[in-house]
């Protein structure tokens, strides 16, 4: 039975590089983006918030694990 069970798991990957041409949503013109990650409504992980920024630079990876069906 525990074969079974981690065979039914997976594992995702998720590289966020970065977003162009956004826009603004504070009063000087600027926004502060992040980007936060859900599958099946389920958080997974968000990137660092990038102040006063409409094209965010992230460079980051995450790992996700769960039931192949939602991964």
Known sequence: MERMAYRSQGLMTVTV???????????????????????????IAETEMIPKTLEPEWNETFLACGPCKSV
């Open 17 to 43: 590089n970065r977003a162009t041409k956004l826009k603004s949503t504070d009063i000087g013109g600027r926004s502060d983006p992040l980007v936060e990650m859900t599958t099946d409504g389920r958080y």
